[in-house]
């Protein structure tokens, strides 16, 4: 397994990790989580056009027949491959953090769209303001994949990637498919 990811290419990983996450007969969504969310969305497209012509099938359909709700809408948005890599914005930050707090924004649609700083930005004013971590705001509001995916695209792939690794490692059994997956080649 540790071999498989070693040796292929960029593009074949995020193949890989694709296929993990449609499974045979449901969605894993540990591998959904970090194939959307901890990937460059250039790298996003690219598998989903790879996926696509490999399977004769739409990812976009596939995810309706087998996702739902929240979940459902955070992949679709993040499989668009459209969000900002690199801009931050202060004042749109402190806005953003006030129209989560006040229900003004969508989670989901927020967080999917802007950078990872950009999110780091949005926290700090958040918890600023609201002397609670955007991040508790998330688990108040989510559970599950969706509170797994949000709290990734709070923290950035780098960070997240960290955590999962700790995470794989700690415990009585480690994850080895887990740490087999983070390798250099994940880090965005």
Known sequence: YLAKFLVVQEEQADSMILDLAMGEETVDHAAMVEFLCARHPKRVRAAKTAWEQRN???LVDKLCDNLGGDMERLALRMLKGKRDTEDTDEALARKQAH????GGAD???VLCDNSPAQNMLVAKFFEE???MSLRRAITNEFSGPVKSALHALLIGPTEWYASQLKAALSGDEIDDKKVCRIDRKSVV
């Not at 129209?99 to 006040?102: A, E, G, N, S, V």
Request: charged share 40%; no cysteine; aromatic share 16%.
């Open 107 to 109: 989670y989901i649609e």
């Open 99 to 102: 129209q989560l707090h006040d």
């Open 56 to 58: 004769d099938d739409s």
């Open 129 to 131: 303001s609201y002397d």
